[in-house]
């Protein structure tokens, strides 16, 4: 399901020259509207696990922590290995054996590749009778492998470019970790 952004958000993040202060703010933005997108295609009732991809995930957080209030988070931090393959390399463990809905947050899916690898970690743990994923982007290949897999997808843009395993246009030259750290502001003043 494609996510309206009616504000026009998106288009600025993935504009040339867009510094990673205004893309970290306007993730922060959008991930609240997608929250909130994300809520109101669920059941009311339903027992719902939100799943924290990291490291993408963690800058989605905060826009999906007040919509989801009383609703269970769990951590994954999931890696690739040296063959590409993604790993789960940390969890918190969810509180519950049993969900009606879990919503595997991450910023870009790129091949669908992580989001399924944290699907099966996350079965090991706990039964889920229905998956969704919410994403501010991703490739056309990796939402057509994902919904073909039963995981329902939302975000702002789901058919985009692959480049090799990169989703084009993309977030800029920093990943999800550096900037949530603000890494950016560490090589800008250290190059100065």
């Known amino acids: 399901m494609t996510v309206a952004d009616p504000a026009g958000v998106y288009g600025t993040l993935v504009a040339p020259g867009a ?15 997608l929250a909130e997108a994300t809520r109101a295609a669920l059941p009311a009732d339903a027992t719902a696990l939100c799943v924290i991809v990291l490291r993408g995930g963690q800058l989605l957080y905060p ?6 209030g009383h609703t269970d988070f769990s951590l994954l931090g999931m890696e690739r290995d040296q063959e590409g393959r993604a790993r789960c390399r940390y969890m918190t463990p969810p509180s519950r054996p049993l969900y009606d809905v879990a919503v595997l947050i991450d910023c ?3 091949t669908g590749g992580t989001l399924l690898a944290a699907r099966q970690v996350l079965a090991e743990s ?10 501010l982007c991703s ?12 995981i329902d997808v939302l975000g702002f843009r789901l058919h985009e470019a692959l480049d090799g395993d990169v989703v ?8 999800a970790g ?4 603000g890494v950016s502001l560490f090589l800008r003043n250290a190059s100065a």
């Not at 826009?63 to 989801?68: H, I, L, M, N, Y």
């Not at 706990?126 to 994403?135: D, E, G, I, T, Y």
């Not at 939402?143 to 897999?149: C, D, K, P, Y």
């Open 139 to 150: 490739s056309d290949r990796a939402t057509r492998t994902l919904t073909g897999e039963g």
């Open 108 to 110: 870009v899916a790129a």
């Open 63 to 68: 826009g999906f922590a007040p919509s989801f």
């Open 178 to 181: 550096d900037l949530f750290s």
């Open 126 to 135: 706990c039964k889920v009778s229905r998956h969704a994923a919410a994403v």
């Open 19 to 33: 510094e990673p202060e205004q893309v970290r703010q306007g993730i922060f933005e959008l991930s609240r509207v």
């Open 168 to 175: 084009t246009p993309d977030l800029g030259e920093l990943d």
